[in-house]
């Protein structure tokens, strides 16, 4: 099958993954387009963390290629996949907990502007700087808290900055890994908004097991079990069909919304 390139930001080609004599991904295809809202979804075990990880770089496939915006990226390391466009919050999930939001995102944008690490130079002298993280700080609702210390924030707030993070580092493609995972139902709201209000032009691959964020946000989904993909398709399509229903119900867990 062709793919269009320019409408195709990133694919995956018949990955496989084996460990020894356990093959966790199995030829598995997928393709993010321009300005996707994608989920991949799954039982638990069912590969996606693996997958993520071969798209990332944090693993080497056995067999199978994997293309960025056109460009063979099977074989780069995973700062080099950041620096081509692909940012995935759970790389960069390791917040800084002695410095305040407003601190670390001028740290990611004076990098990303290459200006170099001392985001108190850069907020000083550097316009730009400051007016991207004043920016970043609003749409990820951080602007009360900038100023405290990352250790003292609320969870919801440290995976808020965790995702202001990852679209300081300007990318063309997010991997969103589980957004809301430990997150309190009294702080989930504002993150599923922020998710929502993402910029259009960023792709967005979503992975995830809160099925009411799933479904209210994907326009296209991939279902992985076993390591093969089941099916894709729009979430209509994955809510009423019937061997996904199973897969589900055979593992215990619900694909019900709503």
């Known amino acids: 099958m062709t793919v269009d390139t320019v409408e195709t930001v990133l694919s995956a080609e018949g990955l496989v993954m084996r460990f020894g004599g356990i093959t966790a991904t199995n030829n598995v295809t997928l393709h993010l387009k321009k300005g996707a809202r994608h989920a991949l979804i799954g039982p638990n075990g069912a590969g996606k963390t693996t997958l993520i990880n071969l798209l990332t770089g944090v693993l080497q496939p056995t067999e199978g290629r994997i293309t960025l915006l056109g460009q063979d990226i099977t074989k780069l390391a995973p700062h080099q996949r950041v620096k081509r466009g692909m940012v995935r919050t759970f790389q960069i999930n390791q917040l800084f907990d002695s410095l305040t939001p407003l601190q670390t ?11 170099g690490t001392t985001w108190w130079s850069a907020l000083g002298s550097k316009g730009q700087v400051a007016d991207r993280c004043a920016e970043l700080l609003e749409q990820f609702h951080l602007t009360e808290v900038m100023n405290q210390p990352t250790h003292v924030l609320a969870y919801g707030k440290r995976r808020l900055l965790e995702i202001a993070i990852a679209l300081a580092c300007e990318p063309r493609v997010l991997l969103l890994d589980e957004p809301v995972a430990g997150v309190p139902a009294g702080e989930r709201e504002e993150l599923l908004q922020t998710v929502a209000a993402l910029p259009a032009d960023v ?26 993909v089941l099916t894709e398709g729009d979430p209509e399509q994955i809510a009423n069909d019937p061997q996904v229903k199973a897969v589900y119900l055979g593992h215990g867990e619900e694909i019900q919304h709503g």
């Open 105 to 115: 995102l001028a740290l990611t944008v004076s990098q990303q502007q290459g200006l």
């Open 203 to 228: 792709s967005v691959l979503l992975i995830e097991h809160d099925m009411d964020l799933v479904f209210s946000f994907a326009k296209r989904m991939t279902v992985l079990v076993n390591g093969t």
